[in-house]
């Protein structure tokens, strides 16, 4: 039985004393029984259309991110789920604030939306580039020495500010961090090289990021722990072994989403009032 409380963050963290590996030999098999379970809330949840569902992947380089999320909603309905990746901001997104281009895209009541790499990769990445906040032409930040401590902490309360809006209006928010070992990110991007169907998803900046391992330990940690909050809380998942870490996940979903307890609307009164008739109609065709 995975008791899985110990995943979630409600109390400061050290990423270095957290497991990146446990194993699981039928998580496969189990996984296939959850996503019919996952299947059956997303169609409830849907017919009820109270609540949208926004899950959030953040996780260095081959984490696992999308294969994660290949299998654990293969069985659910195409058009219930809407994935969103996050790449480089674009010349039109760089002209608006930095969460623009997240609320635009946010699941509508009834769906699911996984970001794939989120809002919070802008914290990430500008933390251990932050030459790239210059892009944003934000007034007041002149160069990088204004870029301290206290600007990316207010981000994070910014975001603090947006989640919390967003869980207020019917928006359930589960984030999920990918949590690899440095050398089992080394055997994946060997087995990039050295599989030719593979080749395409290596890149030589993966190298010159991997170097930047401890700067983004650092501002993982960081954000963790200032942005896990109990109406949007980070979960941390050991990922060195894929099949494990999509069960887990999997599995913290099914027991959040219970809370819950979508129901399926009724027919109104009316409408029922007329049921027998109007299947006399059909049957009378």
Same mark, same amino acid.
């Given at each position: 039985m995975m008791k899985l409380e110990k995943y979630q963050v409600t109390s400061a963290i050290k990423l270095d004393q957290l497991a990146t590996k446990e194993v699981r030999e039928d998580a496969k098999k189990h996984l296939k029984k959850l996503r019919r379970k996952l299947s059956d809330l997303?169609?409830?949840?849907y017919a009820e259309r109270k609540y949208g569902l926004l899950i959030c992947l953040q996780g260095m380089d081959t984490s696992g991110k999308d294969s994660l999320i290949r299998e654990v909603f293969k069985d659910v309905n195409a058009s219930g789920v809407e994935v969103h990746s996050f790449k480089v901001p674009t010349e039109l997104e760089l002209k608006h604030d930095f969460m623009w281009r997240h609320y635009i895209v946010l699941p509508p009541k009834g769906k699911i939306g996984v970001f794939n790499r989120t809002h919070? =990769?802008?914290l990430l990445v500008t933390r251990v580039h932050p030459e790239y906040v210059l892009g944003e032409n934000i007034p007041n930040v002149k160069s990088v020495k204004d870029l301290d401590d206290n600007f990316y902490h207010d981000r994070? =309360?910014?975001i603090n500010d947006f989640e919390n809006h967003l869980a207020k209006n019917g928006t359930i928010i589960l984030k999920f961090f990918l949590n690899l070992s440095k050398d089992e990110q080394k055997n994946r991007l060997l087995r990039r090289l050295n599989t030719p169907e593979k080749n395409w998803k290596f890149s030589a900046s993966d190298l010159? =990021?991997?170097k930047l391992w401890d700067a983004y330990m650092f501002s993982y940690e960081d954000l963790l722990n200032r942005t896990s909050k109990e109406n949007a809380p980070w979960f941390v998942i050991p990922?060195?072994?894929?099949?494990t870490a999509r069960l887990i996940l999997a599995k913290i979903l099914l027991k959040e989403l219970k809370k819950y307890n979508f129901k399926e609307p009724s027919l109104p009164a009316k409408v029922q009032a007329q049921v027998e008739e109007f299947k006399a109609q059909l049957g009378n065709e």
């Amino acid at each position: 039985m995975m008791k899985l409380e110990k995943y979630q963050v409600t109390s400061a963290i050290k990423l270095d004393q957290l497991a990146t590996k446990e194993v699981r030999e039928d998580a496969k098999k189990h996984l296939k029984k959850l996503r019919r379970k996952l299947s059956d809330l997303q169609r409830v949840m849907y017919a009820e259309r109270k609540y949208g569902l926004l899950i959030c992947l953040q996780g260095m380089d081959t984490s696992g991110k999308d294969s994660l999320i290949r299998e654990v909603f293969k069985d659910v309905n195409a058009s219930g789920v809407e994935v969103h990746s996050f790449k480089v901001p674009t010349e039109l997104e760089l002209k608006h604030d930095f969460m623009w281009r997240h609320y635009i895209v946010l699941p509508p009541k009834g769906k699911i939306g996984v970001f794939n790499r989120t809002h919070y =990769e802008n914290l990430l990445v500008t933390r251990v580039h932050p030459e790239y906040v210059l892009g944003e032409n934000i007034p007041n930040v002149k160069s990088v020495k204004d870029l301290d401590d206290n600007f990316y902490h207010d981000r994070m =309360e910014r975001i603090n500010d947006f989640e919390n809006h967003l869980a207020k209006n019917g928006t359930i928010i589960l984030k999920f961090f990918l949590n690899l070992s440095k050398d089992e990110q080394k055997n994946r991007l060997l087995r990039r090289l050295n599989t030719p169907e593979k080749n395409w998803k290596f890149s030589a900046s993966d190298l010159k =990021e991997r170097k930047l391992w401890d700067a983004y330990m650092f501002s993982y940690e960081d954000l963790l722990n200032r942005t896990s909050k109990e109406n949007a809380p980070w979960f941390v998942i050991p990922a060195d072994d894929k099949p494990t870490a999509r069960l887990i996940l999997a599995k913290i979903l099914l027991k959040e989403l219970k809370k819950y307890n979508f129901k399926e609307p009724s027919l109104p009164a009316k409408v029922q009032a007329q049921v027998e008739e109007f299947k006399a109609q059909l049957g009378n065709e």
